[in-house]
């Protein structure tokens, strides 16, 4: 009786901590681009400093009418949000923020996380081949595109961290980590964290989107919660991303002084500020130069990173 307790106590942790995280990352966003390019962003709603601004975003998107066009295919149409957003609430379950502070330790975790991320974007493919809309089939198109594409470089770099541990579980690789993996795996920490947010189609990833040429791509013709469950996938696939980063090349819960799960929300916040700053800085990629730095640039990266490891782990055996 008391292990079932205290599991159920520390999944209690887990999905606080993680469905607290995206809303965090969600307000951080508003405030660190606003004065990232010198405006004032959301400042009035809750009062000091606009913190209450994702709880009035939460109620008018709860206020607008739910609508299905015409034309689309009602039931793939409806089931794409949840097909984008439960994937990575499910991976929430195998990721450790601390020693033993894990809800689902599975020996194979890593092919478990990387396979049902990939789950998640056909959430957007699916949003885009049933709105009966040609901006939002384009956007579905270009969606797949990017899946193809990045996630050979992710699965490459994730593999040069399993090889270097020894082991496919999750916590098993924050125990194996050393600090002198810093250096000899950041060529693969670099690919790992691109990869993924081409994944996410975060920018400068976001051709699928692509704003000025399809509206919304996949989302065009959505409203109301529907909209917003998209919206909160991406906000979700960010904590999971760099929970993931943090966990494979950042030694996870390992740090002086501090706490265990205190170091990893450190490291998992620090890399969210990493992907709202890229959105600041850099241009939307075109596809030609998308799809180049997939395969001409990541994919040959993360083979060599997959070769040095296994080499320096014949030299070390």
Known sequence: MAEVLDAAVRLLVIVLVFLVLPLVVGQTEHKVMAHMQ????????????????????GVKFAQKEDVIPAAADRRVFALAPGVALVPYLVVMAVIPIGPGLIGADLDAGLFFVLAVMGIGVLGSIMAGWSSGNKYSALGGMRSA???????????????????????LSLPGIV???????????????????????????????DMPVAESELIMGP?????????????????????????????????????PWLPGPVWTLIKVLALAFVVIWLRVSYPRL???????????????LALAQLALTGVVKVLMA
């Open 219 to 255: 989302m065009t013709e959505y409203t109301g919660m529907r909209f917003a469950l998209f919206l909160l996938a991406e906000y979700v696939g960010i904590v999971v991303l760099s929970a993931l980063t943090t966990v494979l090349f950042l030694g996870g819960w390992q740090g």
């Open 38 to 57: 010198s405006r004032l962003g959301p400042m009035y709603a809750g009062g000091f400093h606009g913190w209450a601004q994702l709880i009035a975003d």
């Open 145 to 167: 595109a990017q899946l193809m594409s990045y996630e050979l470089p992710l699965v490459l770099a994730a593999s040069s961290v399993a090889m270097a541990a020894g082991t």
């Open 175 to 205: 125990e194996a980590w050393q600090w002198w993996w810093l250096p000899w795996q950041a060529v693969g920490a670099v690919v790992f964290f691109v990869a993924g947010l081409a994944e996410l189609r975060r920018p400068p990833f």
């Open 286 to 300: 075109r596809e030609d130069q998308l799809q180049k730095l997939a395969w001409i640039g990541l994919v040959p």
